[in-house]
């Protein structure tokens, strides 16, 4: 599967490559250019399913996905994983839910700081 143009410009931190809306389906390519497990034991928010599950609650109870970019973005990891062990994509109001995690994390890497910016980069794969 062909990667996306905008995934080098990603992985030297140049977000503002990133385009200005995507889906769920598309999102995978950004979700997995990190190894979430890894990056939130890094940062020592200890394992990223307590942080994950942490900023799921936060969302269903206010309608709004907060956090930083970082944490947006381990979030989005850990979804993405969690959907393709499961065996079924997400649907429905689950599926609404995870395209407005898309939509604020593009918001959120749109708007990253330099240090944000260096935390990605030096965590992402390097194919």
């Not at 995978?28 to 799921?56: C, F, H, I, K, P």
């Not at 839910?97 to 030096?122: N, Q, W």
């Amino acid at each position: 599967m062909l990667e996306p143009d905008w995934i080098e410009a990603a992985r030297s931190g140049q977000f503002e490559m990133l385009p200005a809306s995507m889906d769920w389906n598309s999102s995978a390519y950004l979700a997995q250019l990190v190894n979430g497990y890894e990056v939130s034991l890094d940062l020592g928010w200890g394992e990223l399913s307590t942080l994950a599950v942490r900023m799921n609650e936060a969302q269903r109870q206010t309608g709004r996905w907060d956090g930083s970019a970082v944490q947006l973005w381990l979030c989005l990891f850990y979804e993405h994983r969690r959907y393709r062990h499961s065996g079924y994509p997400p649907e429905g109001d689950n599926l609404a839910r995870l395209e407005r995690l898309c939509s604020a994390l593009l918001g959120a890497l749109h708007t990253a700081d330099a240090k944000e910016r260096a935390t990605f980069v030096s965590h992402m794969d390097r194919r």
